[in-house]
T-cell receptor, first 116, second 116 residues
Framework: DTGVSQDPRHKITKRGQNVTFRCDPI?????LYWYRQTLGQGPEFLTY????????KSRLLSDRFSAERPKGSFSTLEIQRTEQGDSAMYLC??????????????FGPGTRLLVL | AQTVTQSQPEMSVQEAETVTLSCTYD???????LFWYKQPPSRQMILVIR??????QNATENRFSVNFQKAAKSFSLKISDSQLGDTAMYFC?????????????FGTGTRLTIIP
C-alpha cells in the first residue's frame, strides 16, 4: 500500500492556460474523490467516481473543469482557461466502497495551483 | 444540506496537557458518520478518528477520543497527553450514510499548536 499519490505537487500557470492534474489512488480502491481547499478553509467536494463512473459533481465544478477516470484506476482533473480564483490546493482521496457505508477516505498530498 | 461548524479558529496548549476541539453539525439525517482529520503543516491529511452515528459508544484511538452528543449534534475531539507532533490543522467532517452521496463535508478547521 503506497498511499494516494498526486502529480504534480505544485503548478504555477498563467491565467488562460489549461492545466491537468493526476491522482493515483490506493490500489483496489474503487472510489476516488476530488476536493479543493483554499487558504484557511476546509476542503470542498468537487466530484467523485466509483470505478470509471462519475457519480456526482458539485456546483463548484464549472464548465471549465472536467474529471475523468478512464479505466477505473487513476484520475485526471483538467481546468481549462484558468482564472486567478482557481488558485487552491486540489486534493484527491480514495476509499474502498462496499455494502458497509462510511468507508474512510485516504487523502493524497495535494496539488497546489497558483494562477498568475 | 449538511453544515459543519468549528468555532475555534486557533488553540494552543502546553505539551502533555489535554485539549478539546469543538465541532457542531447540522443535518436532518439519522444515519451518518463523523470524522476528525489532521493536516500537519505542508503535509497530507490523515484520519484521526471516526464515529458511526448509530453507535452510542464514543470512539477512542489511543490518546484521541470523542464526545459524541447526537441530540445536540456535537462532536468534540479530546487529545490527551498532547505531543509536539500533534501540532496541525484539525478538521471535523460529516458523511451521510445515503448511498451515492458519500462525500465529506468539512468544517473550517482549528489550528492547534502544542507549546514545548
Amino acid at each position: 500500500d503506497t498511499g494516494v499519490s498526486q502529480d504534480p505537487r505544485h503548478k504555477i500557470t498563467k491565467r488562460g492556460q489549461n492545466v491537468t492534474f493526476r491522482c493515483d489512488p490506493i490500489s483496489e480502491h474503487n472510489r476516488l474523490y476530488w476536493y479543493r481547499q483554499t487558504l484557511g478553509q476546509g476542503p470542498e467536494f468537487l466530484t467523485y467516481f466509483q470505478n470509471e463512473a462519475q457519480l456526482e459533481k458539485s456546483r463548484l465544478l464549472s464548465d471549465r473543469f472536467s474529471a475523468e477516470r478512464p479505466k477505473g484506476s487513476f484520475s485526471t482533473l483538467e481546468i481549462q482557461r484558468t482564472e486567478q480564483g482557481d488558485s487552491a490546493m486540489y486534493l484527491c482521496a480514495s476509499s474502498s466502497h462496499s455494502r458497509s457505508r462510511g468507508e474512510t477516505q485516504y487523502f493524497g498530498p495535494g496539488t497546489r495551483l497558483l494562477v498568475l | 444540506a449538511q453544515t459543519v461548524t468549528q468555532s475555534q479558529p486557533e488553540m494552543s496548549v502546553q505539551e502533555a496537557e489535554t485539549v478539546t476541539l469543538s465541532c457542531t453539525y447540522d443535518t436532518s439525517e439519522n444515519n451518518y458518520y463523523l470524522f476528525w482529520y489532521k493536516q500537519p503543516p505542508s503535509r497530507q491529511m490523515i484520519l484521526v478518528i471516526r464515529q458511526e452515528a448509530y453507535k452510542q459508544q464514543n470512539a477512542t484511538e489511543n490518546r484521541f477520543s470523542v464526545n459524541f452528543q447526537k441530540a445536540a449534534k456535537s462532536f468534540s475531539l479530546k487529545i490527551s497527553d498532547s505531543q509536539l507532533g500533534d501540532t496541525a490543522m484539525y478538521f471535523c467532517a460529516f458523511m451521510t450514510a445515503n448511498f451515492g452521496n458519500e462525500k465529506l463535508t468539512f468544517g473550517t478547521g482549528t489550528r492547534l499548536t502544542i507549546i514545548p
